[in-house]
Every structure is written in structure tokens, then in C-alpha cells.
């Protein structure tokens, strides 16, 4: 099936560690989104690309890092310089072209202790 | 970017028609408006978009006003299924490159359907 994938579901790790969440997608889509939540608040984009080889901070990029070596592929490296890591991350992708759908995965919940 | 503005909270009982407004003053002629909904612990999903006319589709329907400065979804008969927290953003056509493609998200409405 088509889709958007991300993994693990939940992760935990011991602050002060580099951590890095999947995203993969065979929906053929160019443009591809990570974003962040916490409690009770909308999404808040950090990183998106919009071609292999390429990709721009969103709002929010200090202490994160991403590559996008594969079309398919974006993964988001949450850094030991990110101040507060814990929070519920979404990545999503899509054609680039404004009349096309966002396909969004189920989230990674990362904890930091 | 063009931004967008939707009430914090809603509140509907079960059956009943929802209308969930959207203002977007600064809207681009060539930005798209779409709508998606989240529920708790989810990615979120699409639900529908449109440029000028009013659109329908098997989940909603968008009412979109002649000037396109503020939009509406329509849920006919809302379920407890619907309640979700539900997000109005515009997406530019895509020419030119560079932050044309960003997708930007505000709070969104929370919806809560009333048995």
C-alpha cells in the first residue's frame, strides 16, 4: 500500500544523545514536512524540503538537523542542542503543487529523560 | 506567509450541521485553501481544499466567500467521530520555489460533538 511511515511510534532516550526519527514515503511525492507538537498546541514546522538534495528551516530548526538524500527518505536528527526535545513529531509529505493533498504519518513521540 | 485565523474552540451536538469559519485576509490569488483535521494522537488527515468555487466532497463541504478573504468548512451532520481539531491553511500554487511550498499550520478549532 502507498503511504507515509514513521518509526518508531515512540522513543525514549537519556538527554544530552543525539536521536534520529524515520520518515519514508513511496507515495512518489517531491516535497516532504517535519513538524512538531506539544500538549494542546498545532503543528510547528521545523525542517521541509521540496527536491532530493535540498531543504530549508521552517520555524522552529534550532537543534534539529535533516538530509534528504533519497526522495523517499527524510529523516529528522533531534540534537543534544535542542532545549526541549520531548514533544510528538509529524512528518508529512506531498506533491509540490498547492491544489494536491498533505499526507501525514502517525507520529513518533519522543521522550527525553 | 498568509496567514490564517479560526476560532480556539467549538462545540456541536451530535446530527447536527457544523460550520467552522476561517478568515485569511491576505490570501494570494494563487493560494489554495485547504482544510485538515487531526485527532488526539494522530497524524492529521485531509479533508478538503478549493481556490474559488464552493467544493463538496464525501467528508464536507467548503463555502468559500466571493472574495476569498474567509472560507468555511461544513460538516452536514456532524458524528462523535468528527470531533477533532480541525485546521484551515493556505497553500501556494508552487511556482517560484523556495518558501512557496511551505506548509504552515496554526492552532486550528477543536470541535466537540455533544451526544
Known amino acids: 500500500d502507498g503511504g507515509i511511515t514513521q518509526s518508531p511510534k515512540y522513543l525514549f532516550r537519556k538527554e544530552g544523545q543525539n536521536v534520529t526519527l524515520s520518515c519514508e514515503q513511496n507515495?512518489?511525492?517531491?516535497?516532504m514536512y517535519w513538524y512538531r507538537q506539544d500538549p494542546g498546541q498545532g503543528l510547528r514546522l521545523i525542517y521541509y524540503s521540496q527536491i532530493v538534495n535540498d531543504f530549508q528551516k521552517g520555524d522552529i530548526a534550532e537543534g534539529y538537523s535533516v538530509s534528504r538524500e533519497k526522495k523517499e527518505s527524510f529523516p529528522l536528527t533531534v540534537t543534544s542542542a535542542q532545549k526541549n526535545p520531548t514533544a510528538f513529531y509529524l512528518c508529512?509529505?506531498?506533491?509540490?503543487?498547492?491544489?494536491?493533498?498533505?499526507?501525514f504519518g502517525q507520529g513518533t513521540r519522543l521522550t527525553v529523560v | 506567509d498568509a496567514k490564517t485565523t479560526q476560532p480556539n474552540s467549538m462545540e456541536s451536538n451530535e446530527e447536527e450541521p457544523v460550520h467552522l469559519p476561517c478568515n485569511h485576509s491576505t490570501i494570494s490569488g494563487t493560494d489554495y485553501i485547504h482544510w485538515y483535521r487531526q485527532l488526539p494522537s494522530q497524524g492529521p488527515e485531509y479533508v478538503i481544499h478549493?481556490?474559488?468555487s464552493n467544493v463538496n466532497n464525501r467528508m464536507a463541504s467548503l463555502a468559500i466567500a466571493e472574495d476569498r478573504k474567509s472560507s468555511t468548512l461544513i460538516l452536514h451532520r456532524a458524528t462523535l467521530r468528527d470531533a477533532a481539531v480541525y485546521y484551515c491553511?493556505?497553500?501556494?500554487?508552487?511556482?517560484?520555489?523556495?518558501?512557496?511550498?511551505?506548509?504552515?499550520f496554526g492552532k486550528g478549532t477543536l470541535l466537540t460533538v455533544n451526544p
Open positions: 508529512a509529505s506531498s506533491h509540490r503543487e498547492g491544489n494536491t493533498e498533505a499526507f
Open positions: 507515495l512518489n511525492h517531491d516535497a
Open positions: 491553511i493556505l497553500r501556494a500554487l508552487g511556482s517560484g520555489g523556495g518558501s512557496n511550498y511551505k506548509l504552515t
Open positions: 478549493g481556490l474559488t
